[in-house]
């Protein structure tokens, strides 16, 4: 009898924006976990599993043969999207558990690959503006963003959809709504209020340091204290209106 795959609820998640009987590929696949769960319960999917090193990339073929679903899933050696080929007509992207600075250059330096793509699913674990801005710039439009809460850990969920009519961002606020999310500012989750709570006080604490360093970078200490009062502002939003 096989295991039950190990796969966490952020992933589960995740695998939920997968459309039905989709060709997609799942880059940075920690052991393949998330194609052979998709692969297992879809019988029409298939997946690329992409892996940068070679140890991540041998465990990725184990669990796929171990699950018997080799011909769904294809383990490849590779660098970001440089694992795609126009042939396999991939329609869907995963990049999750990774920082969003990292996402956002996967996306840049394998822009060629996406010709086929028409859904990128991301899950950023810092960073998640980045991704934001890059998916903006590239016409992809932010369709769901979801955060949630997993063994103490607390992950954004970004999903963006290429040529769709919907637009999330208003340009009065475009600074704000890369950073907290466009959607997630219209639906305040007590788990989106616990992220900014704590990001509250980080940043309340990096702010007192830089100001008592010997050499002060103004710009970055005023786009810090900026930042601070959009936090401040969102939580007494949450708080007024949750009286």
Known sequence: ?????PLSDRLQLVASYLSAGTIFADIGSDHAYLPCYVCSRDKTAKAIAGELNEGPFMRAQ???????????????????LQVINNEDKVKEVVIAGMGGALI???LQDGQEKLASVHRIITQPNVDARSVR???LENR???ISETIIEDHGHIYEIIVADKGSEMNPYDETVLEQQLLFGPLLLKNRT??????WQAEYEKRSLIIEQ???AKQQNE??????EKELAWMKEVLQYNDAFNK
């Open 190 to 195: 007590p788990v989106f209020q616990q992220k």
């Open 104 to 106: 956002k250059t996967i």
């Open 1 to 5: 009898m096989l295991k039950k795959l």
């Open 219 to 224: 710009e970055k200490l005023t786009q810090f």
């Open 133 to 135: 801005q890059w998916l």
């Open 62 to 80: 184990e669990t796929v043969q171990y699950y018997g679903l080799t011909e769904k899933i294809d383990v490849r050696l590779g660098n970001g």
């Open 140 to 142: 992809f439009t932010i």
């Open 210 to 212: 830089m100001k008592s």
